[in-house]
């Protein structure tokens, strides 16, 4: 019987430490305690922490009835996903720190507004460009970009998309209401016909605030919604229009472009920055520390559950028993571009606010100078979406 546990307990750390190594692996960053997280320990902390499952209703943060409703159906779905540890494990890092253990910033976690016209007009000459040319650079593959064989252009430049991510760090400071480091800018990724977005979160360490700079798509392009979860419950469509920039809580809030586009190209630069006091490892901790001990129990479904499965795509999410493999499109809020205006922000509720303490629209035609943001900064990582 002792050498039956050993081999049981050895099993379950070396699950436990594959998945750890794969989410690592995929985050691009080094596993978080996982040469010494044996299961054993990490309850002992779950415990000493005073953890419970299922979670109560103070657990849950923002603590608002939407925000729980959600959250508490795709903890059940986890419950009931029979596919393997590892996917079960990698399914509760993600839906743990995003429903219980990482903090908001916004009442409703996105919003949009008018990018600086300077900075719009020199992407639109950047894309328009880049789609001239004969032999344009495609992006590598990532699992949950799904398309029928055109992979997404990829239209460089580093100096402008470290110049960009500098400018815009008021805006996305005095939309978050707390002081950010910038982490890198992204793109341009060009999107073509037949993609879709799986659901997902970005990185949990360096992607908290950030921002979807639309720069153009085809002029007769079917709107393309990016479809996004809030702090209350909803699930939104946002239709941008060239020059929306989209502030969203990126590692916090699901989110992707579900539906497939119907279209020529659809072209944006993702931006992302992290609070000035965020410690990546304490973050990371905190979601192990939390996940329940029967991680790995497949429940047994009840008479008359008709809850659909959740299925894992690497770090992303899917419904495939769902039109368009996300059940929160049966009911949507949808918003639609132009946004409001520079400085005037569009958000859940149909809320307008104002941005307080940021430059002028005009001070961006006087920024010419091609300075580098620290080198700390990396624009070279390729998994924003």
């Known amino acids: 019987m002792r050498q039956i546990f050993r081999a049981q307990r050895t099993l379950v750390t070396l699950l436990l430490y594959y998945s750890l190594f794969i989410i690592a692996l995929i985050q691009h960053q080094q596993p978080c305690c996982s040469a010494a997280l044996i299961e054993s320990e990490r309850m002992e902390e779950y415990h000493r922490r005073g953890h419970t499952w299922p979670p109560q209703p103070e657990d849950y943060t923002p603590n608002t009835p939407g925000w729980r409703t959600i959250n508490e159906r795709r903890f059940h779905q986890l419950s009931l996903m029979d596919k393997g540890p590892g996917e079960r494990y990698q399914g509760y890092v993600i839906t743990v720190h995003s429903a219980l253990t990482s903090q908001n910033f916004t009442e409703y976690g996105w919003g949009v ?81 037949g993609t879709n977005l799986n659901m997902h979160l970005d990185k949990s360490s360096t992607h908290i605030i950030s921002s979807i700079l639309h720069v153009g798509h085809g002029d007769n392009d079917e709107p393309w919604p990016l479809v996004i979860e809030d702090f209350h419950g909803n699930t939104n469509e946002v239709f941008l229009e060239t020059g929306d920039l989209l502030f969203y809580e990126s590692s916090k809030l699901l989110h992707g472009r579900p539906r497939k586009m119907n279209g020529q190209y659809y072209s944006s630069l993702f931006s992302h920055y992290y609070p000035v006091d965020w410690d990546r490892k304490v973050i990371e901790g905190n979601v192990h520390y939390r996940i329940p001990g029967n991680w790995r129990d497949v429940a047994k479904r009840q008479e008359g559950d008709d809850t659909e499965d959740l299925v894992m795509i690497e770090t992303s999410m899917k419904e495939p028993q769902c039109e368009d493999a996300w059940c929160g499109l049966k009911n949507t809020k949808q918003w639609y571009g132009p946004a409001p205006g520079y400085g005037k922000v569009l958000t859940g509720g149909g809320k307008v606010e104002i941005l307080e303490n940021i430059p002028s629209e005009e001070s961006f035609v006087k920024k010419e100078s091609r300075d580098t943001i620290p080198e700390t900064t990396s624009s070279n990582t390729n998994d924003e979406l």
């Open 113 to 193: 507004t008018k990018a600086p016209k300077a900075i719009v007009d020199k992407l639109v000459q950047r894309l328009q460009g880049g789609l001239a040319k004969q032999d344009k650079t495609l992006e590598h593959t990532i699992m949950c970009v799904e398309t029928n064989s055109l992979q997404p252009y990829f239209l460089h430049d580093d100096a402008m998309n470290q110049e960009i991510l500098r400018e815009m760090l008021p805006l996305h400071e005095a939309w978050s209401g707390v002081k950010l480091v910038p982490n890198n800018a992204y793109g341009l990724r060009v999107y073509r016909n």
